[in-house]
């Protein structure tokens, strides 16, 4: 249990996690922070503290519209941003057409969390998530052991979980791993995929695989046009909190995380989806695979977008 874990952006994912942050009793003290009026983290909260004596769970939440909320957290989980929603001509805006909005939102996170808690370990979900995971780099700077980025984890559940249906097993016989961005580059390893220990191809045909995996890559999408508003927000807050439980139980658990490379797979200076060991410390060591010839053409297209968003982020700075 940690003392505090404060979650920034109080709307769909925002609220879920805080929810489970209590019924799981991840921390004694929660704060949630939200601008939205009249008083969103606040009602939120409100809500949650009458349900404690349910579970029961003596835990301290805490909303406000104010920064100061977040004081001293040794977590934060940032949610702030725009999700993606169905436009009236009913196309789906991409991820990195929220990034000019976003990221102005997440200048003002980095400035709540440089004041009030500069040693947090911090888990991002806001999109589009590699750039926006690298706004809050370029203004904090931290050890790279306490910025990550969540997407594989839901990427990877969300490959499991087709894999599991296809294959009609349980989902805990599946072990999967999506890596690269979190757009639609994003790299299903078959290699890696595992049913009960054996490889995925002695239960699935290769022809359903592919259509799992350009359906795993689309999930994101297909979700938003199902809910007509707003984005998917219950498997990506249970995806973070995997992460955060691997961090705050110290369970040296490897998933995919978007991380900082410095040298990793040939690349520098770029947050993007890569298998990780999380414990007590955040980011404890990057894994890196032994891609077949055609996962390695799939990263490297991959990095190539984030490589593409990331500058991006730089020239919208200046
Ligand atoms: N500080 C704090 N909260 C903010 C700020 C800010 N500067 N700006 C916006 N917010 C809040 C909004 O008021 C809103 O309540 O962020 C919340 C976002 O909640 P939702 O709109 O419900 O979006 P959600 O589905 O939770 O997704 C949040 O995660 O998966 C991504 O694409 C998604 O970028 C989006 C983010």
Same mark, same amino acid.
């Given at each position: 249990m940690l003392n505090k874990i404060a979650v920034i952006g109080g709307g769909n994912i925002g609220g879920v996690l805080v929810q489970e942050i209590v019924r799981r009793k991840l921390a004694r003290n929660v704060a949630l922070m939200d601008? &939205? $009026?009249?008083e969103l983290a606040k009602g939120k909260a409100l809500d949650i503290l009458e349900g404690s004596?349910? %579970?029961p769970a003596d835990i301290k939440v805490e909303g406000s &519209?104010?920064? $100061?909320?977040?004081? =001293?957290?040794d977590m934060i989980i940032n949610t702030a941003g725009v999700p993606r929603t169905t436009r009236p001509d009913g196309t789906i805006p991409t991820r990195e057409e929220l990034l000019a909005t976003n990221l102005k939102i997440t200048d003002s996170v980095s400035a709540g969390i440089q004041k009030f808690c500069p040693k947090a370990t911090i888990i991002s979900i806001a999109n589009p998530l590699d750039a926006i995971v690298y706004r809050l780099y370029m203004n904090l700077k931290p050890p790279r052991e306490k910025l990550m980025g969540m997407a594989g984890v839901l990427d990877s559940n969300r490959y499991s979980y087709f894999v599991a249906e296809a294959a009609g097993? =349980?989902?805990?016989?599946v072990q999967a791993l999506v890596m690269g961005g979190?757009? +639609? +580059?994003? %790299?299903?390893i078959r290699s890696a995929c595992r049913i009960a220990g054996m490889p995925v191809e002695k239960f699935v045909p290769a022809d359903k695989l592919d259509a799992i995996e350009e359906r795993t890559r689309k999930a994101g999408g297909e979700v938003v046009k199902l809910l007509g508003v707003g984005s998917a927000f219950v498997s990506p807050a249970w995806s973070a909190l995997e992460m955060a439980e691997a961090i705050i139980f110290d369970k040296k658990k490897i998933m995919c995380v978007s991380a900082l490379l410095q040298?990793?797979?040939?690349? +520098?200076?770029l947050f993007i989806g890569v298998p990780a060991l999380l414990g007590a410390n955040g980011i404890e060591k990057i894994i890196e695979l032994d891609f077949t010839d055609a996962e390695k053409e799939g990263f490297k297209k991959s990095i190539t977008s984030v490589q593409k968003t990331k500058e991006e982020v730089i020239a919208m700075a200046k």
């Amino acid at each position: 249990m940690l003392n505090k874990i404060a979650v920034i952006g109080g709307g769909n994912i925002g609220g879920v996690l805080v929810q489970e942050i209590v019924r799981r009793k991840l921390a004694r003290n929660v704060a949630l922070m939200d601008v &939205k $009026d009249p008083e969103l983290a606040k009602g939120k909260a409100l809500d949650i503290l009458e349900g404690s004596p349910v %579970l029961p769970a003596d835990i301290k939440v805490e909303g406000s &519209k104010e920064y $100061d909320v977040i004081a =001293s957290a040794d977590m934060i989980i940032n949610t702030a941003g725009v999700p993606r929603t169905t436009r009236p001509d009913g196309t789906i805006p991409t991820r990195e057409e929220l990034l000019a909005t976003n990221l102005k939102i997440t200048d003002s996170v980095s400035a709540g969390i440089q004041k009030f808690c500069p040693k947090a370990t911090i888990i991002s979900i806001a999109n589009p998530l590699d750039a926006i995971v690298y706004r809050l780099y370029m203004n904090l700077k931290p050890p790279r052991e306490k910025l990550m980025g969540m997407a594989g984890v839901l990427d990877s559940n969300r490959y499991s979980y087709f894999v599991a249906e296809a294959a009609g097993v =349980s989902v805990e016989n599946v072990q999967a791993l999506v890596m690269g961005g979190h757009g +639609d +580059d994003m %790299l299903p390893i078959r290699s890696a995929c595992r049913i009960a220990g054996m490889p995925v191809e002695k239960f699935v045909p290769a022809d359903k695989l592919d259509a799992i995996e350009e359906r795993t890559r689309k999930a994101g999408g297909e979700v938003v046009k199902l809910l007509g508003v707003g984005s998917a927000f219950v498997s990506p807050a249970w995806s973070a909190l995997e992460m955060a439980e691997a961090i705050i139980f110290d369970k040296k658990k490897i998933m995919c995380v978007s991380a900082l490379l410095q040298g990793e797979y040939g690349v +520098d200076g770029l947050f993007i989806g890569v298998p990780a060991l999380l414990g007590a410390n955040g980011i404890e060591k990057i894994i890196e695979l032994d891609f077949t010839d055609a996962e390695k053409e799939g990263f490297k297209k991959s990095i190539t977008s984030v490589q593409k968003t990331k500058e991006e982020v730089i020239a919208m700075a200046k």
